[in-house]
T-cell receptor
Framework: TQLLEQSPQFLSIQEGENLTVYCNSS?????LQWYRQEPGEGPVLLVT?????EVKKLKRLTFQFGDARKDSSLHITAAQPGDTGLYLC?????????FGAGTQVVVTP | GAVVSQHPSWVICKSGTSVKIECRSL??????MFWYRQFPKQSLMLMAT?????????EQGVEKDKFLINHASLTLSTLTVTSAHPEDSSFYIC??????????FGDGTRLSIL
């Protein structure tokens, strides 16, 4: 089993601040995905990173895949209350997704 | 984007009852559907993989006789929790997808067993 460790577990920041969430593993992944999940709902795919060293941007969100494809980060610039949610990274072969434990992000006005 | 619908979204029932949860892909035909369970403040854990017309593949530690999965068509899979007990209370989430395409998740079913 390939384990994904996310840090921090919980992050509370003020609106306008920046934050970074990390996803680390001792295993190499062919790709990693990032999801956001809100209470009582299923996770929503934000991005898939495939190439080592890849950087993808989605508005104020920047995703990076480590050169060795063992780690990834999610950086949010100028966070807004709407960014509040549980951020999950996931990796593994298709049909055998392993999820990290998640980072709960709370952005207060 | 693709839509996956789960029903019901919330169910409360007495211990010993069997509960059926439906997962439908509304605008595409899914070759495979997945069932996950999520306990409070924990991540999603894959329970089983369901392919249309064949038996589901269960992850280690998941009782196939307790969690019955039926995948009758390319757009519908059902999970039946048989003789549910309080320890089965959880958030059950399905996802649907086609090989090597991203999985699309339903909104989950909150199951509470009294």
């Amino acid at each position: 089993t390939q384990l994904l460790e996310q840090s921090p577990q919980f992050l509370s920041i003020q609106e306008g601040e920046n934050l970074t969430v990390y996803c680390n593993s001792s295993s190499v992944f062919s790709s990693l995905q990032w999801y956001r999940q809100e209470p009582g709902e299923g996770p929503v795919l934000l991005v898939t990173v495939v190439t080592g060293g890849e950087v993808k941007k989605l508005k104020r969100l920047t995703f990076q895949f480590g050169d060795a494809r063992k780690d990834s980060s999610l950086h949010i610039t100028a966070a807004q209350p709407g960014d509040t949610g549980l951020y999950l990274c996931a990796g593994g072969s298709w049909g055998k997704l392993q999820f990290g434990a998640g980072t709960q992000v709370v952005v207060t006005p | 984007g693709a839509v996956v619908s789960q029903h019901p979204s919330w169910v409360i029932c007495k211990s010993g009852t069997s509960v059926k949860i439906e997962c439908r892909s509304l605008d595409f035909q899914a070759t495979t559907m997945f069932w996950y369970r999520q306990f409070p403040k924990q991540s999603l854990m894959l329970m089983a993989t369901s392919n249309e017309g064949s038996k589901a593949t269960y992850e280690q530690g998941v009782e196939k006789d307790k969690f019955l999965i039926n995948h009758a068509s390319l757009t519908l899979s059902t999970l039946t929790v048989t003789s549910a007990h309080p320890e089965d209370s959880s958030f059950y989430i399905c996802s649907a997808g086609r090989v090597n395409q991203p999985q699309h998740f339903g909104d989950g079913t909150r199951l509470s067993i009294l």
